[in-house]
């Protein structure tokens, strides 16, 4: 590694991209929060004309471009899980399967839904391996949540292949990958249900905000009943046949609606930047010897703001990492021990401590549950080995050929280093 004074990084240029979702904030955003101001409606359910709504607005966006019968705007991704969960008649006893590498939302979502859930292995692509979702199905399982991590699909027919052949209910949860496709169908129409995210770090943004998609009446009219404690006792229910149960209170306001619909107008757009920037730098560092690319189930399908490269080893990875760095480009490694990435299953802590909001009345330690769950930190050794020799980049539509080129060398040259 080079060391010496006359070292010439790359690239001297700052890379201040900023984030996918802020970045695109404009006058449409302006105009459509205007409105809703000057409507002086923020609450979807205050008068009018219900289908002027911003939150119904939104949901009619998502399910013409998804493809789903219905949807559901509520307050968060996480919501959107628990809600779905609930919809779909999931609950204490059961057991959902989770990929050890997702957001640690998705198991907080399935315990708050009183369900248990169970960790499985990713494999190179970094979404939930088929193979080890079967190998972990017991006789509790009753769902599992295949996560389209980095906005990369997950190997949807061999997920749903294996649900399939076990009756097992499928939960999307989408919220990293918003806009995209596997097998040219939309992420979030395959499962039960599909749940996306509007926070910040997301592709588009509301501040907060996520979206339930169905094609399953029972599990849409479960999922609105939870969605708002007093929801079928007041004159909105649409209809909904279903017998009340108490829910929370996980409504959109209008004002998230209106930033969501502007930032999901231009979501297309926004992803066929970002593949044409991925097609790019992978087509320029594809051919180096001693880094192999993440495999992409479809790419077509990826979101592609985010570029993973695996070295054969942790400490290559952790070399290659700083010398990317000095080089101009700032990237990561995923499994370190610089900082408890909660992505990452070992650092789900009250997980792997079976720790609920209660002490003695847990979804681990409740009468319903028959199972046996175990975890421990080093119980998806591949999903450890194969963060641990990964290095990310962040992708920015902002990004010029240029900064393309500057990736492509500064990569090149890395690896022509170490
Ligand atoms: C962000 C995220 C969530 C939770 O979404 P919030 O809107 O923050 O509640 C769930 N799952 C994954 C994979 C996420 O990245």
Not at 18 to 46: D, H, I, N, P
Not at 320 to 343: M, V, W, Y
Not at 381 to 394: E, F, N, Q
Request: aromatic residues 8%; hydrophobic residues 35%; charged residues 20%.
């Amino acid at each position: 590694m080079s060391t010496d004074s006359t070292f010439q990084p790359v690239r001297t240029k700052p890379w201040d991209f900023g984030m996918l979702s802020t970045e695109e904030f404009g006058e449409r955003e302006k105009e459509l929060v205007l409105q809703v101001l000057e409507k002086k409606r923020v609450f979807r359910y205050y008068g009018g004309d219900k289908e002027q709504s911003e939150c119904y607005r939104l949901e009619k966006l998502y399910r013409e471009t998804v493809g789903t019968q219905y949807a559901l705007a509520v307050n968060s991704g996480t919501s959107a899980l628990v809600a779905a969960l609930i919809g779909a008649g999931i609950g204490p006893g059961d057991e959902v399967i989770v990929p050890a590498y997702t957001y640690i939302a998705t198991a907080a979502a399935v315990l708050t839904a009183r369900a248990v859930p169970v960790i499985v292995e990713v494999d190179d692509s970094l979404t939930m391996d088929a193979q080890a979702f079967e190998a972990a199905i017991t006789s509790h399982t009753k769902a599992v949540i295949p996560v389209h991590m980095r906005g990369v699909p997950c190997r949807m027919d061999a997920i749903l292949d294996v649900a399939s052949r076990h009756n097992l209910i499928v939960i999307e949860d989408v919220a990293q990958a918003n806009g995209g496709s596997y097998q040219g169908r939309p992420l979030g129409s395959f499962g039960q249900a599909g749940c996306f995210s509007f926070q910040q770090y997301k592709l588009i943004t509301a501040g907060e905000g996520g979206m339930l998609l169905t094609n399953d009446e029972k599990t849409y009219a479960r999922a609105n009943i939870y969605h708002d404690s007093a929801f079928v006792y007041w004159d909105m229910n649409g209809g909904i046949q279903e017998p009340p149960f108490p829910g929370e209170n996980y409504r959109l306001s209008e004002i998230n609606a209106a930033l969501a619909l502007a930032q999901s107008e231009r979501i297309h757009a926004i992803i066929a930047k970002l593949q044409h920037i991925k097609s790019v730098i992978t087509a320029g560092i594809g051919h180096l010897e001693g880094i192999r690319l993440q495999t992409i189930p479809d790419p077509k399908g990826d979101v592609s703001y985010s570029l993973v490269f695996y070295l054969p080893t942790a400490e290559q990875s952790q070399a290659f990492s700083k010398q990317l760095s000095r080089e101009g480009i700032p990237n990561g490694t995923i499994n370190n021990n610089g900082f408890a990435d909660r992505h990452i299953y070992k650092n789900w802590t009250y997980v792997m401590e079976k720790r609920g909001a209660s002490e003695n009345d847990t979804p681990w330690n409740c009468q319903s549950y028959k199972g046996n769950v175990q975890y421990s930190r080093d119980m998806c050794p591949v999903t450890l080995d194969l963060l641990s020799r990964a290095i990310s980049i962040g992708l920015h539509q902002h990004m010029t050929d240029d900064d393309c080129d500057d990736v492509i060398r500064a990569i090149c040259k890395t690896a022509g280093s170490l």
